[in-house]
């Protein structure tokens, strides 16, 4: 059998024990923000049957949805014919019954209708799992990432929506990260737009073509909105939009005044402006917000508040969170009028950010506390009895596996970054002595034997 080059696929990621456990301090501190605002946990399967996730995300969404092939006798069922007529999407339906996650909102929403008898609305979760998206890799992009949300179900107020830049604010606030800037817009200003330039049959293609804006630039978008048969008077109204600047009011003002006659937009401009008012009356610390009547998110569910979480400015990194109102999403599950609204932390982005700006705790990696060294069997059974007991007193620490010199064991505890080091050898049995050194100062002293656990006790914090 031919050797195989260890390798791992495009788009995935392994973690080292370094990373993992700055990924644990802020998960950490993700689900303390979370639970403060009585979010409760669920956790839902990694795939989903695909009429569950298809048709929920607009066809480029649906493009980036992994799809798992049937085995066994399924297999069978394969339609070929179809195929044959070049009719791909029912030849892919006859080999994939399932897919896995491309968010957690729309399972969400599933789970919400599958369980709506046992359910106290409204209902507040959170969620941290996994997703997968075909998407091209790059920096700050995976095709495996995991995705942290917090959503309100069951409840129409727009103290919802002041609740999330809330809940922003305090979690990038608990990590030190300042300059954040979140970007407000509305789904029904974006329907009074496309009313206004004599679209509104083509909203879909204007939200999609618009959500790329930061990626294609302004003429980009105008050419993706010419490509799908957008007129030049069409675009000449929209370009106005494209380039409004000013403060949060005075852009709401400019654009409510162009969109005055517009009964749609004039609903959601008076939303935006009770949550501008309630976040303007409180004190935020790590976050700004801006009105950003380009902001589209294309996902097709959104009908109300959509904002973006951009991170601080010199941070080339695209956006760090986002989400937005959905009215309708559970209605495709029979829950009828059952509005949500859900915010979610771009987790790998903000910790790439963290990385960055050397945000992360120096002392999170450090594990260990205490390496016994070994010199054989009388002095490491011995230490033993005492790493068991250390553990009961919750320190962490362990023992070198094996009888090695004692150059050897010291570079192993250096490297490993464990700060102290007890050694035991056949002269310190016989003197009924220890040595505890650290590993930091280089500082060694000699202790009783009898005073071992009393002595290693002393220096976990905890104790």
Same mark, same amino acid.
């Given at each position: 059998?031919?050797?195989?080059?260890?390798?791992?696929?495009?788009?995935t990621?392994?973690?080292?024990?370094?990373?993992?456990?700055?990924?644990?301090?802020?998960?950490?501190?993700?689900?303390?923000?979370?639970?403060?605002?009585? &979010?409760?946990?669920?956790?839902?399967?990694?795939?989903?049957?695909?009429?569950?996730?298809?048709?929920?995300?607009?066809?480029?969404?649906?493009?980036?949805?992994?799809?798992?092939?049937?085995?066994?006798?399924?297999?069978?069922?394969?339609?070929?014919?179809?195929?044959?007529?070049?009719?791909?999407?029912?030849?892919?339906?006859?080999?994939?019954?399932?897919?896995?996650?491309?968010?957690?909102?729309?399972?969400?929403a599933?789970?919400?209708?599958?369980?709506?008898?046992?359910?106290?609305?409204?209902?507040?979760?959170?969620?941290?799992?996994?997703?997968?998206?075909?998407?091209?890799?790059?920096?700050?992009?995976?095709?495996?990432?995991?995705?942290?949300?917090?959503?309100?179900?069951?409840?129409r107020? #727009?103290?919802?929506?002041?609740?999330?830049?809330?809940?922003?604010?305090?979690?990038?606030?608990?990590?030190?990260?300042?300059?954040?800037?979140?970007?407000l817009?509305?789904?029904?200003?974006?329907?009074?737009?496309?009313?206004?330039?004599?679209?509104?049959?083509?909203?879909?293609?204007?939200?999609?073509?618009?959500?790329?804006?930061?990626?294609?630039?302004?003429?980009?978008?105008?050419?993706a909105?010419?490509?799908?048969?957008?007129?030049?008077?069409?675009?000449?109204?929209?370009?106005?939009? #494209?380039?409004?600047?000013?403060?949060?009011?005075?852009q709401?003002?400019?654009?409510?005044?162009?969109?005055?006659?517009?009964?749609?937009?004039?609903?959601?401009?008076?939303?935006?402006?009770?949550?501008?008012?309630?976040?303007?009356?409180?004190?935020?610390?790590?976050?700004?917000?801006?009105?950003?009547?380009? #902001?589209?998110?294309?996902?097709?569910?959104?009908?109300?508040?959509?904002?973006?979480?951009?991170?601080?400015?010199?941070?080339?990194?695209g956006?760090?969170?986002?989400?937005?109102?959905?009215?309708e999403?559970?209605?495709?599950?029979?829950?009828?009028?059952?509005?949500?609204?859900?915010?979610?932390?771009?987790?790998?982005?903000?910790?790439?950010?963290?990385?960055?700006?050397?945000?992360?705790?120096?002392?999170?990696?450090?594990?260990?506390?205490?390496?016994f060294?070994?010199?054989?069997?009388?002095?490491?059974?011995?230490?033993?009895?005492?790493?068991?007991?250390?553990?009961?007193?919750?320190?962490?620490?362990?023992?070198?596996?094996?009888?090695?010199k004692?150059?050897?064991? #010291?570079?192993?505890?250096?490297?490993?970054?464990?700060?102290?080091?007890?050694?035991?050898?056949?002269?310190?049995?016989?003197?009924?002595? &220890?040595?505890?050194?650290?590993?930091?100062?280089?500082?060694?002293?000699?202790?009783?034997?009898?005073?071992?656990?009393?002595?290693?006790?002393?220096?976990?914090?905890?104790?």
């Amino acid at each position: 059998m031919s050797n195989i080059k260890p390798a791992i696929p495009k788009g995935t990621r392994d973690f080292s024990p370094v990373e993992l456990a700055k990924r644990n301090y802020l998960k950490a501190q993700l689900i303390a923000g979370f639970e403060r605002y009585g &979010f409760q946990p669920i956790e839902t399967p990694s795939f989903e049957r695909s009429e569950t996730l298809l048709g929920k995300y607009g066809d480029e969404g649906d493009r980036l949805i992994f799809r798992i092939l049937n085995s066994g006798d399924k297999v069978k069922n394969a339609d070929l014919g179809a195929l044959e007529r070049g009719e791909l999407g029912k030849f892919s339906n006859s080999i994939s019954q399932k897919a896995l996650r491309y968010d957690l909102t729309v399972p969400f929403a599933r789970y919400v209708a599958q369980y709506q008898n046992d359910i106290q609305f409204p209902f507040r979760r959170y969620q941290m799992q996994t997703v997968w998206r075909a998407d091209r890799p790059q920096h700050g992009r995976f095709q495996e990432f995991l995705q942290c949300d917090a959503d309100v179900v069951g409840e129409r107020s #727009l103290w919802q929506e002041v609740e999330g830049v809330l809940l922003y604010d305090r979690v990038f606030s608990k990590l030190h990260l300042k300059g954040v800037q979140i970007h407000l817009n509305h789904r029904k200003i974006l329907a009074g737009i496309a009313e206004f330039i004599g679209a509104e049959s083509q909203l879909i293609d204007f939200t999609v073509a618009l959500d790329k804006l930061s990626k294609i630039g302004e003429e980009g978008v105008i050419g993706a909105l010419q490509s799908k048969g957008f007129s030049a008077e069409k675009i000449q109204r929209l370009r106005p939009f #494209l380039s409004l600047k000013g403060d949060f009011s005075s852009q709401l003002l400019a654009v409510s005044e162009v969109l005055k006659d517009i009964e749609i937009a004039q609903e959601g401009i008076e939303e935006l402006k009770f949550i501008y008012k309630q976040l303007s009356r409180q004190s935020l610390n790590a976050v700004s917000i801006a009105f950003d009547v380009r #902001l589209a998110r294309g996902l097709n569910y959104y009908t109300g508040l959509i904002l973006e979480v951009m991170p601080p400015e010199g941070i080339k990194m695209g956006s760090i969170g986002g989400g937005g109102r959905y009215d309708e999403l559970t209605d495709l599950f029979g829950l009828k009028n059952t509005s949500g609204f859900g915010i979610s932390f771009g987790f790998d982005r903000i910790f790439l950010v963290l990385e960055e700006l050397d945000l992360f705790p120096s002392t999170i990696d450090s594990k260990t506390q205490l390496i016994f060294l070994n010199f054989g069997d009388a002095s490491a059974s011995y230490c033993f009895d005492h790493l068991t007991k250390l553990r009961d007193f919750n320190m962490a620490c362990e023992m070198y596996p094996k009888e090695a010199k004692l150059k050897k064991q #010291l570079n192993y505890a250096h490297l490993r970054s464990i700060p102290y080091v007890v050694i035991l050898g056949s002269e310190e049995m016989q003197k009924e002595i &220890f040595v505890l050194k650290n590993m930091v100062s280089g500082e060694q002293r000699e202790y009783p034997l009898a005073q071992m656990l009393e002595v290693l006790k002393g220096l976990n914090p905890s104790n």
